[in-house]
């Protein structure tokens, strides 16, 4: 099947357009709740954000900076769908755009498919049988496209691996 830059099929694309047309409404709400959950999963990601600018805020669920910053990260993600899905051009601008926002903020490729899988599990908690058998394939097909345009996360392992390789040369050299 032929197929653009989002990499979706058409269908795909229905299927990724209807479930958003099932949250668009109250975005806000659930935008907040998404990022409330990926907190809740992976509590080392709030180190990531600064929510300082709400400085009044008892906890993560009343802080208005989180709140207004998930708006705009989840406008951000609905324009790849609503707008982007049409014109694969778009997407890709919009995409651009996102990449450069998470520029020097480490977050990676495997970091995007985590918060896809935390959407995706938000979706099926919200939306209950809403949800079509074939939204799970498509979600992760548009995270994967995502996440191709974002860095590899650096390899933790490879001075230290490097290192024991260096040893075991050494070690032959002076048998
Ligand atoms: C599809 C996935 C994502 C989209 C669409 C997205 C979108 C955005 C947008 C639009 C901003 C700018 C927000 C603003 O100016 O208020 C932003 C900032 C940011 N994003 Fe994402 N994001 C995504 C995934 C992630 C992931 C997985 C992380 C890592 C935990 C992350 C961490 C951040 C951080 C740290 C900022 C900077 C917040 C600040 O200004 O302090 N994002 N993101």
Excluded: C
Aim: charged share 25%; glycine share 4%.
């Amino acid at each position: 099947m032929a197929m653009d830059i989002t990499g979706l099929s058409a269908s795909e694309k229905i299927t990724l357009f209807s479930a958003w047309g099932l949250i668009r409404k109250d975005l806000d709400v659930h935008g907040r709740n998404m990022l409330l959950l990926l907190f809740h999963k992976y509590p080392h990601y709030v180190s990531y954000f600064d929510f300082t600018d709400d400085p009044t805020a008892q906890s993560l669920v009343d802080n208005k900076s989180l709140f207004s910053q998930s708006i705009h990260v989840i406008k951000a993600f609905g324009s790849l769908i609503e707008y982007g899905l049409k014109d694969p051009a778009l997407f890709n601008e919009t995409l651009k755009k996102i990449t450069r926002f998470h520029e020097h903020r480490n977050v990676y490729s495997k970091d995007i498919l985590t918060i896809g899988e935390v959407l995706l599990d938000y979706l099926a908690q919200v939306l209950g049988r809403q949800v079509s058998d074939s939204l799970p394939d498509a979600f992760r097909k548009l995270f994967a496209t995502i996440a191709s345009r974002f860095p590899a996360a650096p390899d933790v392992d490879t001075d230290e691996k490097d290192a024991n390789i260096t040893q075991l040369e050494d070690a032959s050299q002076h048998q």
